[in-house]
């Protein structure tokens, strides 16, 4: 099975909105080819001509087609949001999770309607242009069947924005906050504490997880620079990362080891990698089963979804930081030509 390279797989979401995009701006180019095919069946061979029709019919402009892949641009141009600000540095889970809040906002406008501004809107207002008389104009290929209460053949455009916008929120809304509620409420208790004992109390349970044993050295340490460790006050509330490292630069051990632990530096690390591994396979316009929860928390997307799909880039990323060499300037011919096929073939036996 063919598989992207590292850094595709890395920032797949930037990956995928491309990919996309290209397919919709080269749409025309494709079309006009396909329908050249089509209008001289007598200089191709009858599998292309056949190919070529069957192109034309699926990626017509107002199919589902040319509609599903705006919709994924859309969809995915949000999750390359939470990617894109969750990468600068110095940022922690709050502060993530903020950026989240925000998609979930967005995702909110794409509920009913093309989001503004995007691939969808866009496309919208070409067919009403190639199709003036009509500005409803959709693919009405018919249903194989007419029981909705099994698996049907063709499915409305609106029931596959409601499972795409559903799912997406799922993920960033249900399935993300389930490791890291108790976290964030803690990172936000200690920010906001105003007296030394308020951050003990918060901060005790938390210490063996941190691998702190000596209470007494670390209640020590807040009760003698507590003072040293409060933000400033014109630190806004809600700025947790802000507020979390002027409290670290005024901590003395253990206090500083204790609150480095609730640091999280990017790019590629926790909720961001968590967003762009997440399962990545959309089945265009056919109805996948009888239940109503069928993608249940998954961003379920066409294009590139067989390769990425239950791919957890921990391990790549991990390696790929780790190595000293990120490109190759020069082809390495020693690693070429020790290649068994190509002793083989070049091989001066008879």
């Known amino acids: 099975m063919r598989s992207f390279p590292p850094h595709h797989e890395v920032r797949f979401a930037q990956h995928l909105v491309q990919l996309c995009g290209a397919i919709l701006f080269n749409l025309d180019g494709c079309l006009k080819h396909w329908q050249k095919i089509c209008d001289a069946p007598r200089e191709y061979n009858t599998k292309e001509v056949s190919s070529a029709k069957g192109f034309l019919k699926l990626w017509q402009p107002t199919g589902v087609q040319a509609w599903l892949t705006a919709v994924m641009v859309d969809t995915c141009c949000i999750f390359r949001y939470i990617e894109k600000e969750a990468q600068k540095p110095g940022i922690i889970i709050p502060d993530i999770l903020k950026y989240r809040d925000t998609a979930l906002q967005k995702l909110d406008i794409m509920q009913t309607e093309p989001y503004p501004g995007g691939q969808e809107e866009l496309l919208t207002k070409k067919i009403a242009e190639l199709h003036p008389e009509n500005d409803e104009a959709v693919d009405n290929t018919p249903r194989r069947t007419h029981n909705t209460n099994v698996t049907t053949f063709r499915r409305g455009k609106q029931p596959i924005r409601q499972e795409v916008i559903d ?135 066409h294009w590139n979804g067989v390769p990425t799909s239950q791919f957890d880039p921990s391990p790549m990323v991990q390696e790929f930081l780790q190595k000293k060499q990120r490109r190759m300037n020069l082809p390495n011919l020693s690693s070429y030509a020790e290649r068994d096929f190509v002793k083989k073939f070049f091989t001066s036996d008879c």
């Not at 890291?180 to 901060?203: D, G, M, P, W, Y």
């Not at 009760?223 to 409290?247: C, K, S």
């Open 167 to 301: 799912s997406s929120r799922n993920f960033l809304q249900t399935r993300l906050n389930e490791e890291q509620t108790e976290i964030v409420t803690t990172i936000i208790n200690l920010t906001s504490a105003k007296r030394a004992i308020e951050f003990i109390n918060i901060a005790l349970p938390q210490l063996e997880s941190s691998g702190i044993s000596d209470k007494q050295a670390f209640i020590d340490a807040v009760l003698e620079n507590f003072t040293e460790m409060l933000p400033d006050t014109h630190i806004p509330a809600r700025d947790y990362g802000v507020r979390l490292y002027q409290m670290l630069r005024g901590s003395k051990q253990p206090v500083t080891k204790f609150l480095s632990g609730f640091c999280v530096f990017c790019p590629h690390s926790m909720t961001v990698e968590r967003c762009v591994s997440t399962y990545n396979m959309l089945f265009s316009n056919l109805r996948m089963a009888t239940s109503e929860k069928t993608l249940n928390d998954r961003l379920l997307i």
